[in-house]
């Protein structure tokens, strides 16, 4: 059974320029939830999807958005990047129970 | 609010020794869950247990079991027989079952090192 598949790995991006990461859940698996690590914030929600609609959202600027389709794939986009945004960005895919929620290896992401 | 934390920055363990990594929470919920995550210097986030709140026994899997004590709100992990493999970073996360959601709150982390 494949794992939790984020695309792509890394990235550098310059100040001002949009980027959209994709991550494709375990199969059976209808909810993804999107997570940014920075060394000094930790772990922060940023959103959360079921069945292709937003289900909850974390406390992030308007410039990150998110959408999920049909096969349960999931995009986030950033736009008008600035240095903070520099960070790693985990998928989650989520069990039916939502006993156990699996992330995908993430995406590092550098903006200069 | 929900809080995780997590006091230990940094801990060290004997190889084939056992260590605890503390966790205590703070939630208003009745209903709950808990979880440990592994995370390497690869950056991946591995699952490691969950223990619901409603659940009496301990979870186990494998060499790591969950030591829950719910009237101290802690949600500690042992891991048993260390191995060199199990060095890196350790995360507590809690996510609230009320409005089935999939948001997690995460602990700061402790990193753990293995001696041989």
């Known amino acids: 059974k494949a794992g939790v598949t984020q695309t792509p790995r890394y990235l550098i991006k310059t100040r001002g320029q949009q980027v959209t990461l994709s991550c494709s859940p375990i199969?059976?698996?209808?909810?993804v939830s999107w997570y940014q690590q920075t060394p000094g914030q930790g772990l922060q929600f940023l959103f959360e999807?079921?069945?292709?609609?937003?289900?909850n959202k974390g406390n992030f600027p308007g410039r990150f958005s998110g959408r999920q389709f049909s096969n349960s794939r999931s995009e986030m986009n950033v736009s008008t990047l600035e240095l903070g945004d520099s960070a790693l960005y985990l998928c989650?895919?989520?069990?039916?129970?939502?006993?156990?929620?699996?992330f995908g290896q993430g995406t590092r992401l550098t903006v200069v | 609010a929900q809080k995780i934390t997590q006091t230990q920055p940094g801990m060290f363990v004997q190889e084939k020794e056992a260590v605890t990594l503390d966790c205590t929470y703070d939630?208003?919920?009745?209903?709950?869950?808990l979880f440990w995550y592994k995370q390497p210097s690869s950056g991946e986030m591995i699952f490691l247990i969950y223990?619901?709140?409603?659940?009496?026994q301990n979870a186990t899997e494998g060499r790591y079991s969950l030591n829950f004590q719910k009237a101290r709100k802690s949600a500690n992990l042992v891991i048993s027989a260390s191995q060199l493999g199990d060095s890196a970073m350790y995360f507590c996360?809690?996510?609230?079952?009320?409005?089935?959601?999939?948001?997690?709150?995460f602990g700061q982390g402790t990193t753990l090192q293995v001696k041989p």
């Open positions: 996360a809690m996510r609230e079952r009320s409005g089935n959601t999939g948001k997690l709150i």
């Open positions: 199969s059976g698996h209808r909810s």
């Open positions: 989650a895919s989520w069990s039916g129970r939502n006993t156990e929620a699996f």
């Open positions: 939630t208003s919920d009745q209903s709950y869950g």
């Open positions: 223990q619901g709140s409603y659940d009496e």
């Open positions: 999807y079921f069945s292709e609609t937003q289900r």
